[in-house]
């Protein structure tokens, strides 16, 4: 584990533990949404045209928020994760330590500035 103690992670692991629940409430009140939403097609009511399209706009918005969130769901409880397996704090690529102030930003992150910024302009690049 990278020069990191009890002290500095306790605060990490709650914050990073609150967010998991926190996205755990808000996919579940988008699947409770879901399940009670009225169709789509509108077999059981006569629906404006207008009023259809605005409800697909709205069911595709809280899809694609409901699949970021999934995304950081699982880069939250990764986190977690290292720190359970010790190689939290650990940059993933050149494999030094990520500083605490980087963390406490951040707490899910899984590299260094530098090489954060690397796999950022390579991703602009493509």
Request: hydrophobic share 35%; proline share 6%; aromatic share 2%.
């Amino acid at each position: 584990m990278p020069a990191l103690d009890t002290a500095q992670l306790q605060p990490l692991r709650s914050a990073l533990a609150q967010r998991e629940t926190e996205l755990l409430q808000d996919l579940q009140g988008a699947q409770r949404e879901q399940l009670g939403a009225q169709p789509l097609d509108g077999s059981h009511e006569v629906i404006d045209p207008t009023e259809l399209a605005y409800r697909h706009e709205q069911q595709e918005i809280n899809d694609d928020e409901a699949t970021r969130e999934h995304g950081e769901l699982r880069i939250v409880r990764a986190a977690l994760a290292r720190m359970d397996d010790g190689s939290y704090g650990e940059c993933i690529d050149c494999g030094v330590d990520i500083p605490l102030a980087r963390l406490q930003a951040q707490p899910a992150a899984l590299r260094c500035v530098p090489c954060q910024e690397k796999v950022e302009q390579a991703a602009q690049r493509v």
